[in-house]
């Protein structure tokens, strides 16, 4: 038997991250567990989550002249955190074998073998209970559903969906929409159309933002057999034209705040301007007319992925700081 050095060296030379089988040449120290249990719960995008719904709850807070900061807000954001960073576990649990394939994912504990399935999915459906509980019991039953159905429409349908069709990007956009929804009906207890401009906000931006992933690694989603549409499509046409539209249907759509009264004229300025920048990187991809395999429009992908993740924090940070109270 080999021992883990020989396989690193190995596996290193022909540029590759070795595979260990738990168990036999991979001994992990309770650091090490803590470390890949952590990675289990994807921190970026449930950072990302978290500050999403933290938006929503300070909104709806303001506008209702109810306490911003508060131990209440701690626990709803906690229990939005533990129920986002229980479905990337299960997420990675389903899609382990086409983590395995990609070069971007390989190295996650449960494809590399650093860890095994049955930890990690009672690791997720605890810390998944623990955040709909602490939901309920610290917020209030709507939004301990709403995070329910989120998580498990994440899970059993999008995650499956991926190997089957392009549509999955569609219908991954309801649960990715959610999270400033939760942060407001946290604080209301119902469903209005404050709520749902902040659904619809979320749901529009994530078009642009996911496809530019799929189109930078197209490669690495056709290996794995995930059905993204640059993969399906490589020519690029079908997925420039959705970022265009999507991106073009945002502007009007992150405007309905002032309109309904949670923020003002310097945000619907700044939307405005925010917007047609967003959109700006996605008129750039689409001028080049090259197809998602050319190395050039992938340099153009990233700045549109990047655009993306800066748009949505300022336009947030944007309606908080210029409020109606």
Not at 12 to 33: C, K
Not at 62 to 69: D, E, G, I, V
Not at 164 to 170: G, Q
């Amino acid at each position: 038997m080999k021992s883990t050095a020989e396989i690193h060296a190995e596996t290193t030379v022909r540029g590759i991250q070795p595979t260990i089988t738990v168990g036999e040449t991979y001994a992990p120290t309770p650091v090490s567990r803590i470390s890949d249990t952590f990675a289990l719960f994807k921190p970026r995008v449930t950072s990302l989550v978290v500050l999403t719904a933290w938006s929503g709850y300070f909104l709806a807070a303001r506008k209702f002249h109810l306490a911003q900061f508060s131990w209440k807000l701690g626990a709803d954001l906690l229990g939005v955190g533990l129920v986002s960073s229980a479905a990337a576990t299960l997420n990675q649990v389903l899609e382990r074998n086409a983590d395995a394939r990609m070069m971007r994912t390989r190295n996650r504990p449960l494809p590399s073998k650093r860890m095994s399935v049955p930890p990690a999915i009672i690791t997720g459906s605890l810390i998944g209970i623990a955040g709909i509980a602490l939901l309920a019991l610290e917020g209030n039953p709507l939004t301990a559903l709403l995070a329910l159905l989120t998580a498990l429409a994440y899970v059993f349908i999008y995650t499956p969906l991926k190997m089957k069709s392009p549509v999955s990007t569609f219908v991954g956009a309801f649960p990715g929409a959610m999270p400033a929804v939760l942060g407001w009906t946290a604080v209301t207890g119902k469903l209005d159309w404050d709520a749902l401009a902040l659904f619809a906000i979320g749901f529009f931006w994530q078009f642009p933002h996911f496809f530019a992933i799929a189109w930078l690694y197209r490669e690495d989603y056709e290996r794995a057999g995930i059905r993204m549409l640059p993969v399906v499509r490589p020519d690029g046409e079908g997925t420039i034209r959705r970022i265009l539209g999507y991106g073009a249907v945002l502007i009007p759509i992150s405007l309905l705040p002032t309109y309904l009264g949670i923020a003002g004229r310097a945000y619907f300025f700044g939307a405005i301007v925010l917007g047609f920048a967003y959109l700006y990187f996605g008129i750039r991809l689409a001028l080049l007319r090259l197809p998602a395999t050319s190395a050039q429009s992938k340099k153009e992908a990233r700045q549109l992925l990047r655009a993306s993740v800066v748009y949505l924090p300022l336009l947030l940070a944007l309606m908080m700081i210029d409020g109606v109270k």
